[in-house]
């Protein structure tokens, strides 16, 4: 069963279409990026699988449709999106922000306990967690978001540009700490990432998008491995 | 001496009121981005369901639960069934919906109680039981029945996941969707919170003005005044400037103004805050970008 | 619709118009008058909310204005009726100038607030003590109706007081309407509606926001005041209580109901404000108002275009086929 399947999606916003008969899957327990360059759809393609904009074709979640459901009813369904900028509270502190991404949980105690294991994966968390979130440094928003993302416990969690706006140092302890999710707590991902070098070094299979369109998928280490394709579509 | 501190007890007795009405309309505001012109309305109609309950023989802290329970429900089903259609039209349109609405409700209230004023009784004793020399019985009472709905209020959204989770969706609506949260049932929960909250803020203030379809109309533009000097999206900005609105009111009607204006202080009240300082006392200025 | 059979028509219309008051007892004239008289105020909020975007609940306060600057122009300083009109259009166009101004700060519903603040306060501020002196307190101010200047009869009924001021109110009514044709048609109305619908754009475009909002609150509140100038004629009495808020819900009734941004949608507002009371009253004195309420909320969701929107999509459909 592949984890997620999209077939001929489109996408609009408003009267302008944004993507093209769109095609991929994922399967379970893998990384997967999404590809080029600013405008290309990738952010797009995030919002489209999470319904927040209109869309046509087919998108389905562990052999279920989810396309024309409510964003709300997806989240539940087991897919968390960290969205371009973050998406914080930023008027909630860190704990309440935490506390709000189990909100759908009704297991209690497995909640308090992934609390705990956010606080001590991210220590710095720990440390404000009575701060209000928008005082909090950029890489330590970055951190809320996908903890708190993580507490809904996803089966695939959708990340869109991890490393906007991040020192270098921050963002290599967040890929880090992505890849502990992976394995440890088998959380599938979906990244799209401006950052090409980064996000092949992380992922297992690489798509890439043009105006809307893929225009290469294969497996991220092949990818990397070719120099005429990194520098003809990716710039290094 | 005794005259003046007697216009301050009134004042904060009047200004519990405004508070409530402030909070309300706060409330609103807060997840919706609108502003509910039918809220004094929907409190009138509330309670003159109370009064109707109590002629019938109800005693009276029943119908006033009651009361508070229908109108909860009752302001849940108006968002739902009115408003929601038009949570993505333009604002002139949403205006003309709450217009409708206020006219309504004035209309159905006086189609189905007539326009005869009705005086309602007030459920406490008509000696104070705390510094009787200055609050009257149902003085002390209003303002303890509007501090224990705002206190209960308060920890709601502080120490509730509920609560929380309607913040959240009042603060950012997208992000509430992306953790599960069923943002349209919380605006919902939203208005029947204003509504029951208006109930409580109508039958409170019924005794002192007596009861007929246009009773609430002036308080609601001390409420608005109340919401605006509090900060519109700040909920105990709204209690705050409720207070120090009832007080004032008292204080420059007796002293200064008359209270042949008071509707006009309101007004030129609400036209100073709009237009110097349109985030109120303890707002925050909201930048809006191209 | 050719051209020239357009002209034709309006021409026939006109001239219907004239003669109609003749054929009617005096009573149904003097109601007429309230519809041309509504119709006017109508047209002047339109202008302001319909076209401009500016959301008016206070309109009243206009209509307040004109009728008492009218009435008190006649009664106390003895002015002659006519020329009390146009004062109290230009009263009116500075008081909306003015307002005009602190509104270029106020987004859509904090306008909204702050007009219908406007118009819960005016009854009161018009019984205020301090100023009895003027408008006649809590008792108001009772006028003559203008009497005809010269006396005819036709189809048997002879030029009385209501039909006179009918064929007045007539006059300044096609005016005003043709007025507003004109300036809505052209650059100006292009001009408000830019504003209206992408205010930073216009700007950019070089269009003086600054002046063209103050001057479209002032234009809609001089027409709304001349109404209100009228109205105070053709009842021959006002008091405080003539303009309760609920006045200017009536007249945002009639815009809607008439179609936002529509001239001629105004004389249908004016008929349903002026007629559905008449009806309704008999059921119930709060009737009419649940009317009100029932016709602002299905127009709301079905109709924003009013009942001008409905006739130009039969329009439409009749064309296409």
């Given at each position: 069963m592949k984890l997620l399947d999209v077939a001929n999606l489109n996408a609009w916003y408003g009267p302008n279409q944004?993507?093209?008969?769109l095609n991929f899957q994922l399967n379970v327990g893998g990384i997967t990026t999404i590809l080029g360059a600013n405008g290309a759809g990738k952010t797009t393609t995030l919002r489209a699988v999470c319904q927040a904009v209109q869309t046509t074709g087919s998108i389905t979640f562990l052999d279920k449709r989810i396309d024309g459901k409510a964003t709300e009813d997806i989240v539940r369904a087991g897919i968390a999106h960290v969205p371009d900028g973050r998406g914080t509270f930023t008027a909630l502190t860190v704990e309440e922000n935490l506390k709000l991404g189990a909100y759908t949980r009704k297991d209690r105690h497995e909640v308090q306990a992934d609390l705990e294991r956010m606080y001590s994966r991210f220590p710095r968390l720990k440390e404000r967690f009575r701060q209000q979130a928008g005082t909090l440094s950029g890489g330590e928003q970055q951190m809320l978001a996908i903890s708190r993302a993580l507490m809904l416990r996803p089966r695939l969690l959708l990340l869109d540009e991890p490393s906007f706006g991040l020192a270098p140092l921050i963002v290599k302890e967040i890929f880090e700490i992505m890849r502990q999710i992976n394995e440890e707590d088998q959380v599938s991902m979906l990244l799209v990432e401006q950052n090409a070098a980064l996000a092949l070094n992380l992922a297992d299979h690489a798509y890439l998008l043009e105006t809307g369109k893929v225009v290469l998928s294969g497996p991220a280490a092949d990818i990397k491995a070719d120099e005429s394709i990194r520098r003809v579509y990716l710039g290094y | 001496m005794d005259s003046f501190v007697l216009q301050v007890t009134a004042g904060l007795a009047n200004g519990g009121i405004y508070a409530a009405v402030g909070l309300a309309l706060v409330m609103i505001h807060q997840a919706t981005h609108h502003i509910n012109f039918a809220q004094g309305e929907m409190a009138t109609f509330s309670t003159f369901i109370a009064w109707a309950m109590i002629q019938a023989g109800v005693p009276y802290w029943i119908a006033f639960v009651v009361t508070m329970v229908v109108s909860f429900v009752a302001g849940l089903l108006i968002q739902r069934i009115f408003l929601k259609p038009v949570e993505k039209a333009p604002i002139l349109t949403n205006v003309i919906v709450f217009v409708g609405l206020l006219v309504i409700f004035n209309a159905f209230a006086g189609w189905i109680f007539e326009h005869t004023i009705k005086s309602f009784p007030s459920p406490f004793p008509v000696e104070g039981m705390f510094l009787p020399k200055y609050f009257s019985g149902h003085q002390i009472g209003s303002i303890s029945v509007t501090l224990v709905v705002l206190l209960s209020v308060f920890c709601f959204f502080r120490f509730t996941p509920l609560g929380l989770a309607m913040r959240a969706a009042a603060f950012n609506p997208e992000s509430a969707r992306l953790v599960g949260i069923r943002v349209s049932w919380m605006l919902a929960l939203g208005w029947g919170m204003a509504a029951l909250i208006g109930a409580v803020a109508g039958m409170m203030i019924a005794p002192i003005v007596f009861l007929d379809p246009n009773m609430m109309a002036g308080i609601l533009l001390y409420g608005f005044a109340a919401a605006l000097l509090g900060g519109i999206d700040n909920p105990w900005g709204a209690v705050v400037g409720g207070v120090i609105l009832g007080v004032l009111e008292n204080i420059l009607g007796a002293y200064v103004i008359g209270s042949d204006l008071k509707l006009t202080m309101a007004l030129v009240l609400i036209v100073t805050i709009l237009i110097f300082r349109p985030y109120g006392l303890f707002g925050k200025p909201i930048f809006s970008r191209v | 619709m050719s051209a020239i059979s357009k002209k034709i028509s309006l021409v026939v219309a006109v001239l219907a118009a004239v003669l109609l008051p003749f054929v009617l007892e005096d009573f149904r004239v003097f109601q007429l008058n309230l519809v041309l008289i509504y119709a006017i105020a109508i047209l002047g909020l339109n202008i302001l909310?319909?076209?401009?975007?500016?959301?008016?609940?206070?309109h009243g306060a206009f209509f307040a204005v004109g009728a008492y600057t009218s009435a008190i122009l006649i009664s106390q300083v003895g002015m002659s009726t006519y020329l009390t009109i146009p004062i109290a259009a230009v009263v009116c166009l500075v008081m909306g100038v003015l307002m005009g101004f602190p509104a270029l700060r106020l987004a859509g519903h904090y306008l909204a607030l702050a007009t219908f603040a406007l118009a819960i306060a005016t009854p009161q501020l018009l019984k205020y003590k301090g100023i009895e002196h003027w408008t006649g307190g809590v008792q108001g101010i009772i006028l003559d109706k203008p009497t005809p200047p010269f006396g005819f009869t036709l189809f048997g009924n002879e030029l009385s007081e209501d039909r006179w001021l009918y064929l007045v109110i007539l006059a300044i009514a096609l005016g005003l309407f043709w007025l507003a044709h004109n300036l809505l048609s052209g650059r100006v109305g292009r001009a408000i509606v830019a504003i209206r619908d992408q205010p930073t754009a216009a700007a950019a475009l070089g269009i003086n926001l600054t002046f063209v909002k103050t001057a479209t609150f002032g234009l809609s509140a001089a027409y709304t005041g001349i109404a209100g100038a009228l109205s105070a004629l053709a009842v021959a009495y006002i008091a405080p209580d003539s303009f309760p808020a609920f006045l200017s819900i009536s007249l945002l009734v009639g815009v809607v109901v008439g179609g936002l941004g529509s001239i001629s949608g105004a004389i249908f507002g004016a008929l349903f404000i002026q007629f559905v009371p008449n009806v309704a009253d008999q059921i119930s004195k709060s009737a009419p108002w649940a009317v009100y309420g029932g016709m602002l909320l299905a127009l709301a969701y079905v109709a924003p275009d009013g009942v001008m929107g409905i006739l130009k999509k039969i329009k439409n459909r009749r064309q296409a086929q």
């Open positions: 944004v993507l093209f008969d | - | 909310t319909g076209y401009g975007g500016q959301i008016s609940l206070g």
